[in-house]
T-cell receptor, first 115, second 115 residues
Framework: ETGVTQTPRHLVMGMTNKKSLKCEQHLGHNAMYWYKQSAKKPLELMFVYSLEERVENNSVPSRFSPECPNSSHLFLHLHTLQPEDSALYLC??????????????FGPGTRLTVL | AQSVTQLGSHVSVSEGALVLLRCNYSSSVPPYLFWYVQYPNQGLQLLLKYTTGATLVKGINGFEAEFKKSETSFHLTKPSAHMSDAAEYFCAVTPGGTSYGKLTFGQGTILTVHP
């Protein structure tokens, strides 16, 4: 595997389910990000991790719970979601957090549908 | 604070015609600017970026963009459109310098290329 991978690519869940999204980066990067991409809205940054420490939580509801066990893996645990949470969830990574010129590499995303 | 405005949510061109996608930004500090492309069912891919130095930036697939500070613009151009250019394009801004800055995206422009 190369780059940033995400599993599953598609997920359908009920409002009472608990599921997890997985992201893995094979680039040796130290920073990882979760974004939400909804129709007709700009990409929204959800969480930022640097060296497994959360550095930003962008006012995300507690029904979304991130986990970064090591610098290569990032999870997004989901529980009691709402239909409006249906979106494409994108993971990204970058070499370092500091420095505005660092390029973020994106995974293909998980298309989430909440029924 | 920073923001990005992409003028035109949809742009349609004929194959071989000039592509012009508009992006205006606001930033309280000198910005770093990016253009990303997203093909259907894929994540975002970096086309080009401006950090410092030359204001005309060349990217992949024949695209280029010019940073115009006086106009707070970073428009994306390509002299001759190809069918494979059909995708959604996102302009993004982050504060320049060495401190961490969130990447703020525009709402995206869908480019359609007609034969």
């Amino acid at each position: 595997e190369t780059g940033v991978t995400q599993t599953p690519r598609h997920l359908v869940m009920g409002m009472t389910n608990k599921k997890s999204l997985k992201c893995e980066q094979h680039l040796g990067h130290n920073a990882m990000y979760w974004y939400k991409q909804s129709a007709k809205k700009p990409l929204e940054l959800m969480f930022v991790y640097s060296l497994e420490e959360r550095v930003e939580n962008n006012s995300v509801p507690s029904r979304f719970s991130p986990e970064c066990p090591n610098s290569s893996h990032l999870f997004l645990h989901l529980h009691t979601l709402q239909p409006e949470d249906s979106a494409l969830y994108l993971c990204a990574s970058s070499q370092a957090l500091a420095g505005g010129s660092n390029e973020q590499f994106f995974g293909p995303g998980t298309r989430l549908t909440v029924l | 604070a920073q923001s990005v405005t992409q003028l035109g949510s949809h742009v349609s061109v004929s194959e071989g015609a000039l592509v012009l996608l508009r992006c205006n930004y606001s930033s309280s500090v000198p910005p770093y600017l990016f253009w990303y492309v997203q093909y259907p069912n894929q994540g975002l891919q970096l086309l080009l970026k401006y950090t410092t130095g030359a204001t005309l930036v060349k990217g992949i697939n024949g695209f280029e963009a010019e940073f115009k500070k006086s106009e707070t613009s970073f428009h994306l151009t390509k002299p001759s459109a190809h069918m494979s250019d059909a995708a959604e394009y996102f302009c993004a801004v982050t504060p320049g310098g060495t401190s961490y800055g969130k990447l703020t995206f525009g709402q995206g422009t869908i480019l359609t290329v007609h034969p």
